[in-house]
């Protein structure tokens, strides 16, 4: 059993940034893959980032590029998403997932990939 604790949304403005945390406990952290997803109301979950266990490698998705990075301390057991020149279209509620992977290296991007998730952070900007 993995718990997922996130924190760190907030109300922004457009152009504003966020750190959003997620802390981990349970298991060997670093087995896991982690990931954020996001889903607005009315509209699906959806995938914005996700870093491999051992933390080489990132994957983001297309509409955050660039302005969101994600990252990972092992010792700490926490995940990290630093969000930059936000946009009223990133408001959502923001989840951190965590998926066992046995390769250290390997990114996860779908969500039925992903074993745990914590309860959700909302983060809203204004316009």
């Known amino acids: 059993q993995v718990r997922l604790v996130e924190s760190g949304g907030g109300l922004v403005q457009t152009g504003g940034s966020l750190r959003l945390s997620c802390a981990a406990s349970?298991?060997?952290?670093?087995?896991?893959?982690m990931g954020w997803f996001r889903q607005a109301p009315g509209k699906e979950r959806e995938f914005v980032a996700g870093?491999?266990?051992?933390?080489?490698?990132?994957y983001y998705a297309d509409s955050v590029k660039g302005r969101f990075t994600i990252s990972r301390d092992n010792l700490k057991n926490m995940v990290y998403l630093r969000t930059n020149a936000l946009k009223p279209e990133d408001t959502a509620v923001y989840y951190c997932?965590?998926?066992?992977?046995?390769?250290?290296?390997?990114?996860?991007?779908?969500?039925?990939?992903?074993?745990?998730w914590g309860q959700g952070t909302q983060v809203t900007v204004s316009s």
């Open positions: 997932a965590a998926g066992f992977s046995s390769r250290s290296f390997r990114v996860l991007v779908t969500p039925h990939e992903y074993d745990y």
């Open positions: 349970g298991r060997t952290f670093s087995n896991y893959a």
């Open positions: 870093i491999s266990g051992g933390g080489g490698n990132t």
